[in-house]
């Protein structure tokens, strides 16, 4: 255990060898171990400079390589400690406990360190911390409650000398350690310089400080004596000085006690102007909403006036109606708390409203039904007498109905029964006249077209079957089928005349249509869809009131809810306007397809002229939603089926023709795809409709080159090769005079053919003129491959130059342009007249005949060399043989 004396110099040790550098300042330090048996270290309380100190709890070891040197080892914050157990009250008890973030025990080596160290502790964590204090457990109320213990060690003789300090400086001048200054270091070295011996005798050296230190209390004494008078004096001034502080001390009490009873007077004061200034307020808003509801529900005795006696024939008498109705309107649908609608007057003022808006409601009824049923009555009755192709403008039941598009506008919002109930009069009185007017335009449309036509076609709205039974079935332009055999006919004008036709009509129909459209969605406001789909739109109901409230909520938590997608609502409004319009103008589309179909059974070829008309009319639409866009797009449908039937057929016929006895070479279908491929490219040139044809060319003309296929083989007279040969180029004419860019591959295609068919009639039927001079050839051929040379040959017996001359003379000019002479009538016979291909194949024939005579000289040549061996005739002769034959027929 260390020494007394090591102990007590420990503090000063520490402050100046650890702390002093840091600029903390130790206030108390004790020497624990944790075990008997090992080395000692030290707790300290440690503290920063002012302004703001940080009180600290640290533990200090000593190195163990360099003696006298010292390490912090570890750091608490007072507000760390959770509780100090001291173990015992007893004095002599060494042991205490700190609970931190575990429990650590100690024993201390010295009492007093141990008693000082737990008072300062204490003292420091009743001063520094805020929050929650450590407990001290099993440790002597005096250490905690009384001055720390190196003052009541030191104190009572300090006291008697300066009883004047302050009680709380002393304990801190006790607890804390103050470094020497330069003076009192100088002093001690000073006492130590004159007391040489006291390094040899301490005894001697400890003696003159207590003679000394003897002689300073004695002259202490003294002069404390010294000042007894003056002490006493003073102490009776202070004793007056208190017997006069404690009177005025009685005063201010009193003072208090009648200032307390002025603060709860104010206090029951102010609290009453409170509630005063909040009932104020209260009637002052109550005052504003009832004023605001009054305002909101008042309409005034005019505007009542006018909707029990409304005048709706004269200008001035409806405009007062409709601006009572708004009014109405607006005092129904007024915006107030939900909680004010349950006041028995907002009640019967509602009530009141109630009755002002259905009397008003049955009046606007019955003058606008009326109304309509007079305008459908007074225009229905008027005799339509003009001849000319114009369908009536109603712009007159327009101007008069438009002063009454507010009361419309009016009866949608208030009371949806008699809105619907009155649409429906509307709808059903137009109609009829819309009806009518449609059915006499195209009447007069089929008049017209008729009497252009030829006298002899029946009335074109009776069926092909009830014709006569003489006159063909076969419809007109049939692909498949000769011309003899078809049906009759429509000439070029007559299509041309009803496509302009068509299209004034078309025209005439567009403007009546929208003009009609446009009216009834301003004046039904259509183009506005109701919020809810009760009979009346108003505030003032309880239950609406209830469900605005929840709906409100419900948008305030889900912010998708805050309406109908535009897409939606668009789609909603024009559904309501094409059914609107179906109930105007339900004849129309029927009256169109009708008006179509009856001309399609006549010449289907009108479904070209149709459907090209009607796409452009489609297409051309500013409005694609609108009822009359509608309405061609599903006439347009049905025309692109007949269309696409025409077709059908035509590509049908193609496919199940038959050839007769007196058949063409041309065939059929090839002959009359000319006409109808000029027609169509006539329609469908400028049309965004020609993609829709040029699929279909494909098809005609892929089936037309299989028909000829087939069908050459099946001719009765002409040969296979010459129905190849003139129809593959009647088809490759007439695709390169259309010049459509689709049927390029199809164009090639057809020349490939004509030229093989060319070629396979060539050698079918010029065959080899000189006959018996190529099969001696062939044999002189034969022997060459057996390894004979050919310089050889004349030497076989076969071959030799007097059989070859004996061949060649066969073979005169004469006999060679009688052969050819016959070939040419044999063409002649062949050819048709319409395709012009005589000359065509006489001279590809001429070029066969020739590279067979070159063939036979150089065989000649070859083979015979020297002997003078020739044909009798030359290829000048064979050029004047072939012109002398063509130019004699």
């Known amino acids: 255990?260390?020494?007394?004396?090591?102990?007590?110099?420990?503090?000063?040790?520490?402050?100046?060898?650890?702390?002093?550098?840091?600029?903390?300042?130790?206030?108390?330090?004790?020497?624990?171990?944790?075990?008997?048996?090992?080395?000692?270290?030290?707790?300290?309380?440690?503290?920063?400079?002012?302004?703001?100190?940080?009180?600290?709890?640290?533990?200090?070891?000593?190195?163990?390589?360099?003696?006298?040197?010292?390490?912090?080892?570890?750091?608490?914050?007072?507000?760390?400690?959770?509780?100090?157990?001291?173990?015992?009250?007893?004095?002599?008890?060494?042991?205490?406990?700190?609970?931190?973030?575990?429990?650590?025990?100690?024993?201390?080596?010295?009492?007093?360190?141990?008693?000082?160290?737990?008072?300062?502790?204490?003292?420091?964590?009743?001063?520094?911390?805020?929050?929650?204090?450590?407990?001290?457990?099993?440790?002597?109320?005096?250490?905690?409650?009384?001055?720390?213990?190196?003052?009541?060690?030191?104190?009572?003789?300090?006291?008697?000398?300066?009883?004047?300090?302050?009680?709380?400086?002393?304990?801190?001048?006790?607890?804390?350690?103050?470094?020497?200054?330069?003076?009192?270091?100088?002093?001690?070295?000073?006492?130590?310089?004159?007391?040489?011996?006291?390094?040899?005798?301490?005894?001697?050296?400890?003696?003159?400080?207590?003679?000394?230190?003897?002689?300073?209390?004695?002259?202490?004494?003294?002069?404390?004596?010294?000042?007894?008078?003056?002490?006493?004096?003073?102490?009776?001034?202070?004793?007056?000085?208190?017997?006069?502080?404690?009177?005025?001390?009685?005063?201010?009490?009193?003072?208090?006690?009648?200032?307390?009873?002025?603060?709860?007077?104010?206090?029951?004061?102010?609290?009453?102007?409170?509630?005063?200034?909040?009932?104020?307020?209260?009637?002052?808003?109550?005052?504003?909403?009832?004023?605001?509801?009054?305002?909101?529900?008042?309409?005034?005795?005019?505007?009542?006036?006018?909707?029990?006696?409304?005048?709706?024939?004269?200008?001035?008498?409806?405009?007062?109606?409709?601006?009572?109705?708004?009014?109405?309107?607006?005092?129904?649908?007024?915006?107030?708390?939900?909680?004010?609608?349950?006041?028995?007057?907002?009640?019967?003022?509602?009530?009141?409203?109630?009755?002002?808006?259905?009397?008003?409601?049955?009046?606007?009824?019955?003058?606008?039904?009326?109304?309509?049923?007079?305008?459908?009555?007074?225009?229905?009755?008027?005799?339509?007498?003009?001849?000319?192709?114009?369908?009536?403008?109603?712009?007159?039941?327009?101007?008069?109905?438009?002063?009454?598009?507010?009361?419309?506008?009016?009866?949608?919002?208030?009371?949806?029964?008699?809105?619907?109930?009155?649409?429906?009069?509307?709808?059903?009185?137009?109609?009829?006249?819309?009806?009518?007017?449609?059915?006499?335009?195209?009447?007069?449309?089929?008049?017209?077209?008729?009497?252009?036509?030829?006298?002899?076609?029946?009335?074109?709205?009776?069926?092909?079957?009830?014709?006569?039974?003489?006159?063909?079935?076969?419809?007109?332009?049939?692909?498949?089928?000769?011309?003899?055999?078809?049906?009759?006919?429509?000439?070029?004008?007559?299509r041309i005349r009803f496509d302009a036709l068509l299209e004034k009509v078309l025209a005439e129909l567009e403007p009546i249509a929208l003009q009609e459209q446009l009216f009834c969605i301003n004046f039904f406001q259509m183009d506005v869809i109701s919020p809810t789909t009760k009979n009346t739109q108003t505030t003032l109901e309880m239950e609406k009131a209830v469900d605005m409230s929840q709906s409100v909520l419900a948008g305030a938590v889900s912010p998708s809810a805050e309406g109908v997608p535009q897409k939606r609502i668009d789609r909603q409004i024009n559904e309501d306007v094409r059914k609107l319009m179906m109930g105007l103008f339900g004849c129309l589309e029927p009256e169109l397809v009708s008006f179509i179909q009856s001309f399609e059974r006549v010449d289907s070829f009108y479904s070209l002229y149709v459907l090209v008309r009607l796409t452009q009319h489609v297409m051309s639409a500013q409005d694609t939603h609108s009822f009359l866009s509608m309405t061609f797009a599903s006439a347009l449908v049905q025309v692109k089926r007949n269309f696409d039937r025409f077709m059908q057929q035509q590509l049908q016929s193609i496919r199940e023709a038959k050839l007769h006895k007196r058949s063409k070479a041309i065939l059929p279908y090839v002959e009359n795809f000319e006409n109808f491929a000029q027609t169509a490219e006539g329609i469908f040139r400028k049309s965004d409709r020609r993609t829709d044809m040029e699929k279909w060319y494909l098809q005609l003309v892929n089936a037309i080159f299989e028909g000829i296929h087939l069908h050459s083989q099946e001719h009765p007279k002409t040969p296979s090769q010459v129905v190849r040969m003139e129809n593959y180029h009647h088809m490759y004419a007439l695709l390169a005079q259309l010049k459509v860019p689709g049927l390029d591959a199809l164009k090639k295609e057809a020349k490939t053919r004509y030229t093989e068919a060319l070629k396979a009639y060539v050698t079918q039927y010029f065959g080899r003129p000189l006959e018996k001079l190529n099969q001696f050839f062939e044999g002189v051929q034969q022997k060459v491959a057996q390894g004979v040379k050919e310089t050889e040959i004349s030497y076989q017996m076969a071959f030799s130059k007097q059989e070859l001359r004996k061949v060649i003379s066969q073979y005169p000019a004469r006999e060679v342009k009688k052969g050819l002479e016959n070939l040419y009538k044999k063409v002649e016979k062949h050819l048709s007249e319409e395709e012009n291909l005589l000359q065509v194949v006489w001279r590809a024939m001429q070029e066969e005949f020739i590279a067979q005579y070159n063939y036979l000289e150089e065989r000649i040549q070859k083979c015979y060399a020297g002997a003078m061996i020739n044909l009798e005739f030359n290829i000048q002769d064979i050029l004047n043989f072939f012109s002398d034959i063509a130019r004699s027929h």
């Open 1 to 494: 255990m260390l020494s007394i004396g090591a102990l007590a110099n420990i503090k000063h040790t520490l402050q100046k060898e650890l702390f002093l550098a840091s600029g903390e300042r130790l206030l108390s330090v004790v020497t624990v171990v944790k075990k008997k048996d090992k080395k000692p270290c030290y707790l300290c309380v440690v503290t920063t400079a002012p302004p703001v100190p940080v009180i600290t709890l640290c533990l200090v070891k000593q190195s163990e390589q360099r003696d006298g040197e010292y390490k912090r080892k570890r750091s608490w914050q007072l507000d760390e400690i959770k509780w100090v157990d001291g173990r015992n009250e007893q004095f002599e008890t060494h042991e205490f406990d700190l609970q931190l973030e575990k429990v650590y025990k100690w024993y201390a080596l010295n009492l007093h360190e141990r008693q000082n160290f737990l008072a300062v502790l204490n003292r420091q964590v009743q001063k520094s911390v805020r929050g929650q204090r450590a407990e001290f457990r099993n440790v002597p109320s005096a250490w905690l409650s009384e001055k720390s213990p190196e003052k009541v060690a030191l104190g009572r003789a300090a006291q008697k000398a300066i009883q004047h300090t302050d009680d709380e400086e002393d304990e801190e001048e006790a607890q804390e350690f103050t470094a020497l200054t330069d003076k009192e270091a100088n002093e001690l070295g000073k006492l130590f310089s004159e007391c040489d011996f006291a390094i040899k005798d301490a005894e001697q050296f400890i003696e003159q400080l207590s003679r000394e230190l003897h002689d300073l209390d004695g002259a202490n004494i003294q002069s404390v004596l010294a000042s007894e008078q003056k002490v006493l004096k003073m102490m009776e001034h202070i004793d007056n000085a208190i017997s006069e502080a404690d009177k005025f001390e009685t005063r201010l009490d009193s003072y208090e006690d009648i200032l307390g009873h002025v603060k709860e007077t104010m206090e029951k004061i102010g609290g009453k102007n409170a509630m005063i200034e909040i009932a104020n307020n209260n009637n002052i808003k109550l005052m504003k909403e009832l004023n605001k509801v009054i305002s909101q529900l008042d309409l005034p005795h005019s505007q009542q006036q006018a909707l029990d006696e409304p005048d709706l024939k004269t200008t001035t008498g409806r405009k007062a109606a409709i601006a009572a109705a708004q009014c109405l309107q607006q005092a129904m649908n007024s915006d107030i708390d939900p909680a004010l609608l349950r006041l028995e007057a907002v009640q019967d003022q509602r009530k009141r409203f109630e009755k002002w808006k259905q009397k008003f409601s049955a009046t606007v009824s019955r003058f606008m039904n009326n109304l309509f049923i007079h305008l459908g009555n007074e225009i229905g009755d008027m005799p339509v007498t003009s001849t000319e192709l114009t369908l009536p403008n109603h712009s007159n039941v327009h101007r008069e109905l438009t002063p009454y598009t507010e009361l419309m506008h009016w009866t949608k919002a208030m009371d949806r029964k008699t809105y619907d109930g009155l649409m429906r009069v509307y709808t059903a009185s137009l109609s009829k006249i819309y009806e009518r007017d449609v059915r006499n335009f195209f009447n007069l449309a089929k008049m017209q077209v008729s009497e252009k036509l030829r006298s002899s076609r029946e009335d074109l709205d009776m069926s092909t079957s009830s014709r006569k039974s003489a006159v063909s079935t076969i419809p007109y332009g049939t692909l498949g089928i000769n011309r003899e055999q078809w049906g009759p006919g429509v000439e070029s004008a007559d």
